[in-house]
């Protein structure tokens, strides 16, 4: 079809064309109309059958089998006061692991090694702002204190979530008071371990990311 000729058609389903009504009231927000659920146990469900971790427990001691189940070794962390759980970070060195610095260099240098050093971050310990029980996801919201490479970087990323904090779905989290999406630098939504395939469809964990994301409940 010539140019002229796709314009000219455009042009007059533009003319004859009619925008619907809107409605005279403002429906609000709409929420999926899902039934009723245990929401912790839809969001453990949901998160295992991605590959997921779910743990329920002590969560001082769920840290220490982590630890003896893949080993000690360097982490990023969190600070303590943004943690919903305190001990935490004794805890890991307690067990043998290392803190590493989220604090990048100004120095072109330093920031290089730095880096490198992030190779070898063994685990990452982060909080959880919200959880999905349809999809198993959890939302973790960056800025001062809560580094976004603790759960980007780490071959195994350790969430501490508050059961109260496990939403049906995202709707219903926007929705709630606690949500204030605008006072964060960064809200990302994490589901199962960092994956992809390729051509042939195989799937591999940890290309991008984590291979391993360990929820704690508290």
Known sequence: MKREAFLAGVRAALAGGQIPDAP????GPLLPDLPA???IVRFTESLKAIDGHVHVGDPLRILDEIVERYGPGPFLSWDSDRLPVSGVIERLERAGCSPVDAIVSASADVRRAHQMAYMDVHLGLTGAEAAFAESGSI?????PGRPRMASAIPLIHIALLQTDRI???PMHWIMDSR???????NVIY?????RTADIEQQLTLGVHGPKELHVILI
Not at 139 to 143: L, T
Not at 179 to 185: C, F, I, K
Not at 190 to 194: A, D, F, N, R, V
């Open 190 to 194: 994490i589901t199962g371990p960092s």
């Open 37 to 39: 659920v245990d929401k």
């Open 179 to 185: 949500a204030d999406l605008a006072s964060g630098a």
């Open 167 to 169: 939403f049906r779905s």
């Open 24 to 27: 005279a009231t403002d429906p």
């Open 139 to 143: 939302v973790v919201r960056s800025g």
